[in-house]
């Protein structure tokens, strides 16, 4: 399998989790809260290069690879998202730009849940929501224990796994997350167009 479609096949699993997402919204009625980016503005945030493939392509074949590296390499250690647009002093409220590209890790948060110690479901979620949409939160917690079905966020990173270990085992901060994958990407592509097959002409 090579890189794009191992990047395909990345896509592929995050339409079946934005099924699964959907689905669990409808039955909950939980959602980050509106216009917050509270976690996007987290530079500690940790993903994988493999998850965000989708991302580097589409920006290389619109060509904004080369810039898109650029500000990642001017950018700082505490920069937030490269794809995120802040809104606020704070940075707290804003929105992602490029949403259908999002990484596995922006998809999960607060739409999917993981075994704790106990090995019983939890959502994974924020000091936000619990707060702000408690009564929504706990009513969900609860149904979630009683078997309401939610993504599991260890089912679909095996998924990602399956596709290529090394590319997704490895945890970056996000932004270097998204460097390495574009410059994953860019060697790719360097090598498909300089390495044209020859034509029978040349024998």
């Known amino acids: 399998m090579n890189l794009r479609e191992k990047s395909l096949e990345v896509r592929k699993v995050f339409d079946e989790l934005d099924i699964e997402i959907k689905s669990f919204m409808q039955s909950s009625q939980l959602s980050c809260v509106a216009g917050c980016g ?9 993903a994988s290069v493999l998850e965000f493939l989708p991302l580097a392509f589409d920006l290389y074949e619109k060509g904004k690879a080369e810039k898109a590296l650029e500000i990642l390499d001017e950018s700082g ?9 802040s809104l606020s002093e704070d940075a707290k409220s804003g929105f992602c730009s490029d949403y259908s590209n999002r990484g596995m890790i922006c998809r999960l ?15 994974i979620t924020c000091k936000i929501i619990k707060e702000q949409k408690s009564d929504a939160y706990q009513s969900t917690a609860l149904a979630i224990k009683e078997g309401l079905a939610v993504p ?20 970056f901060p996000i932004n270097i997350a998204i460097k390495n994958a574009l410059e994953v990407v860019l060697t ?3 090598y498909i167009e300089n390495n044209e097959p020859e034509s029978l002409e040349n024998f």
Request: hydrophobic share 30%; with cysteine; proline share 2%.
């Open 109 to 123: 948060f607060g739409s999917a849940a993981r075994r704790n110690k106990e090995g019983k479901k939890e959502l």
């Open 152 to 171: 599991s966020s260890g089912g679909f990173y095996s998924q990602l796994y399956n596709i290529d270990f090394q590319l997704a085992n490895q945890q």
């Open 38 to 46: 509270a976690c996007c503005a987290n530079p500690n945030v940790h």
């Open 77 to 85: 250690e505490d920069a937030n998202c490269i794809v995120y647009k």
């Open 188 to 190: 790719y592509m360097f």
